[in-house]
């Protein structure tokens, strides 16, 4: 079975423990001999977005250390508009951004042709997936665009080059899905993986240089499976209630007005109620389910 994507659609919900329970098995209640891997889950990480500044060189290269989905467009997009294979423009990445995570606040659909369009729309004769755009050479796919969304770390290094030492676009992504840091324990060095697959912070006494893939902003989102539970939680349960524009949640630490507030919707548009829609909901192909 394919994994299914869970994506927060607002900001006001991380580390406030809301619980998705009745998916299938319950991971508290699960025997791990017949049940398989856990289903249910604290819906705990936003999208991460970090801007992304780049010296122009030949190459192109990051100006520092980037996390999430803008870092995760310059390496993936091949830049048609101007008839080369160039990088990306700050504006182009930002615009694209928005309309990707407008697109997520809106429930919408993020299938190749919607995701390709969307690029398409603001940086012409481009896609993300090398699919769509006669001649592209770009590197993204549909599956990574949705684990950012839902929460996982992508990382893009400073100095990373997104393109050649002739201005074209690079042939393979120099960015990753981070993993487990490594650090220091009480009896010893090494890896430890325990505290942040509970999606706890990582508490260290004395501070590791994180090297490879190892990195402290780590996320261990959980892999949902597309099953008939699933669908069913969509249709009538807890994810149907979630995915409502209607849903209400008021943290305390945020505010919600339309003008003035810190809640916001996956795109950066301020909530002006505690009313808006938790989640997204999406199957390996980016269909809303």
């Known amino acids: 079975m394919s994994r299914a994507y869970i994506c927060l659609a607002r900001n006001d919900l991380e580390d406030n423990f ?8 319950n991971e508290s209640l699960r025997n791990p001999i017949y049940d398989g891997n856990g289903q249910t889950e604290y819906l705990t990480w936003f999208r991460q ?3 992304v500044a780049i010296t122009a060189g030949p190459p192109v290269v990051a100006n520092d250390t980037y996390y999430g989905l803008r870092a995760y ?13 160039l990088a990306l423009t700050v504006p182009f990445a930002n615009a694209i951004a928005t309309s990707l995570l407008t697109m997520v606040a809106a ?5 190749v042709a919607a995701v390709d369009a969307a690029v398409a729309a603001v940086c012409a004769a481009s896609d993300l997936t090398g699919l769509t755009a006669a001649g592209s050479t770009s590197l993204g796919s549909i599956e990574e665009l949705l684990r950012i969304l839902s ?6 290094a400073a100095g990373a080059a ?29 890896p430890d993986a325990e505290a942040v697959l509970y999606g706890l912070p990582v508490i260290q006494k004395t501070p590791v240089v994180q090297t ?3 990195d402290l902003n780590f996320h261990a989102i959980r892999q949902i499976v597309h099953t008939g539970i699933l669908d069913m939680s969509a249709a009538t ?28 919707n996956a795109a950066g548009v301020r909530l002006a109620t505690t009313a808006a829609r938790a989640v997204v909901v999406y199957d390996l192909a980016g269909n809303v389910i």
């Open 18 to 25: 809301l619980q998705l329970l009745d998916l299938w098995p």
């Open 49 to 51: 977005n970090d801007a």
């Open 73 to 85: 467009l310059f390496d993936s997009i091949d830049n048609q508009s101007t008839g080369g294979h």
């Open 107 to 111: 429930g919408a659909a993020l299938t």
């Open 151 to 156: 929460g996982e770390t992508y990382r893009v």
């Open 162 to 190: 997104f393109t050649t030492g002739a201005s074209v676009f690079h042939a393979a992504k120099v960015g990753v899905f981070v993993t487990t840091p490594d650090i220091i324990r009480a009896d010893g060095t090494g």
């Open 212 to 214: 490879g893939t190892s």
């Open 237 to 264: 349960g807890v994810l149907h209630q979630l995915k409502a524009t209607t849903y209400a949640f008021n943290n305390p630490s945020f505010t919600y007005n339309a003008t003035t507030g810190t809640a916001t």
